[in-house]
């Protein structure tokens, strides 16, 4: 077969590949005749052969069609949400945070933990002797002595409270004894919860072991986390209040994120949020808001959002994040990013228009119930050429073409590579997105146009 045979053959098997549907549409006519309309018809909702202003033609042969890596598609179905851009900080809630102290003097003995270390609540971290701690035994001793006594009572006058109002229900005793066995009650009360405090303070963080005549204090976790800070040595004084370990439960971990106030009426509790770690490879990590601030954050015009974290095992407090907020969720059709050129502007995609042999002569487009035989005539023009040979030399050799028209869209939310795409001129089911090789249709164009050819 020789060259322009096979380049016939080529052109046919790429009309049958491009083609589904669209050049040339049949429609029932009165009395059940059906109407065809022209191939050349440049229809994606606008008639005649004047062409609209928002539409421009690109024209390819067959090399720079296949050089151009062109690949052709239809809209995806996507649930696209409408998104807000929010910049934040991780952040740990102050009781997901110790400082760990003691309320005597000592010296410390050992240290039981490192930094890094997770540590559960009550685990010893450090041992700690003390000459304070007689006294401190000792006035241990005299309020747990008086707390024993305050709760005795207490039980008393909650009796008695109980057996007055009874009695004044039945005339039998003066309101006035009612209201002092109260007010005795309620003073009670208040001395009991002061000495429970009391003993709790002498004794936080500590528990004693060791012998009687030796006693070890041991520094104790009053939360489970990891210890990232230490600030004793073996030997170090230990002050009354001053820090000596610090730990963090990072599991309580979320994150706050400044909204804008143009913004702040679509965020409410609820919705999901993806965090992106830019300093982390872009990593995206879910979440969701549980709180929307009421003021302002440092005198600025954004508001503080709240929200969790479902995965916080490589966070830690005072990383920064990107974060999109999820106010809403559809459907739509959308095309790869690749798809859209920025042009004057606007928006605008390719769609594949019309193809044209070496004769000039239009490709066929196969109809539904038509498909089943395409291939066969495929075969059949294919073994016809050889006897056509010498008839077509004598024919003008125009060259084989392919036309693209660029139409105007509106995009709208973008997410995961797809992006909404709403065409501005109707387009039919079946006709042939460009989804890859846009932008070297649009820079054919560009040049088309600067220095003449087949753009229009």
């Known amino acids: 077969m020789n060259t322009k045979n096979k380049l016939s053959s080529t052109m046919a098997i790429l009309c049958l590949a491009l083609f589904t549907s669209g050049c040339s549409k049949k429609t029932e006519a009165d009395g059940g005749q059906e109407m065809t309309e022209e191939a050349g018809h440049e229809g994606h909702g606008h008639g005649g052969d004047e062409e609209p202003p928002h539409e421009k033609m690109v024209h ?50 050992s240290i039981k933990v490192i930094e890094g270390e997770y540590v559960k609540k009550g685990q010893t971290l450090a041992t700690m002797q003390s000459m304070a701690y007689n006294n401190l035994r000792l006035d241990r001793e005299k ?42 009650l309620k003073a009670e009360e208040s001395n009991v919860k002061s000495l429970t405090n009391q003993i709790a303070i002498l004794t936080q963080n500590i528990s004693i072991g060791g012998s009687s005549s030796s006693p070890v204090i041991n520094i104790l976790a009053p939360i489970s986390g990891n210890v990232t800070d230490i600030d004793v040595t073996i030997g170090s004084s230990v002050e009354p209040g001053k820090p000596l370990f610090h730990i963090v439960d990072n599991s309580k971990m979320h994150v706050d994120l400044l909204v804008y106030e143009k913004d702040l009426f679509k965020v409410k509790a609820g919705q999901q949020v993806r965090f992106i770690l830019t300093n982390q490879n872009n990593i995206e990590i879910g979440g969701k808001i549980f709180g929307v601030g ?6 600025t015009k954004a508001v503080a959002v709240h929200a ?92 084989a073409e392919i036309a693209f028209a660029r139409i105007e869209v509106k995009t709208g939310p973008t997410q995961l590579g797809y992006v909404q795409v709403t065409p501005l001129v109707e387009i039919h089911e079946g006709d042939r997105i460009v989804i890859k090789g846009a932008y070297y249709l649009q820079s054919h164009l560009l040049k088309a146009e600067g220095g003449g050819g087949h753009a229009h």
């Open 143 to 184: 309020m747990t002595k008086e707390l024993h006594a305050s709760e005795a009572n207490l039980e008393y006058l909650k009796l008695e409270y109980e057996r007055q109002v009874e009695l004044s229900k039945e005339n039998v005793t003066a309101k006035k004894v009612l209201q002092k066995v109260s007010t005795d």
């Open 60 to 109: 390819l042969n067959e090399a720079q069609y296949r050089n151009a890596g062109i690949d052709t598609g239809w809209f995806e179905m996507k649930n696209l949400s409408e998104v807000i851009n929010a910049n934040g900080y991780t952040k740990l809630p102050p009781q997901n945070q110790a400082e760990v102290s003691v309320q005597l003097p000592g010296t410390i003995q």
């Open 308 to 399: 969790t974290i479902d995965d916080n095992k490589m966070l830690i407090p005072g990383m920064y994040v990107n974060a999109l907020i999820d106010i809403g969720a559809s459907r739509v059709n959308a095309l790869p990013i690749d798809a859209i050129i920025k042009a004057e502007g606007k928006e605008f995609i390719f769609v594949l228009e019309k193809v044209t042999d070496e004769h000039g002569e239009e490709g066929h487009v196969h109809q539904e119930g038509e498909a089943e035989h395409a291939e066969e005539e495929h075969v059949h023009k294919e073994g016809e050429a050889e006897h056509t040979e010498e008839e077509s030399e004598g024919h003008e050799d125009h060259g």
């Open 294 to 299: 009421k003021a302002f954050a440092n005198d």
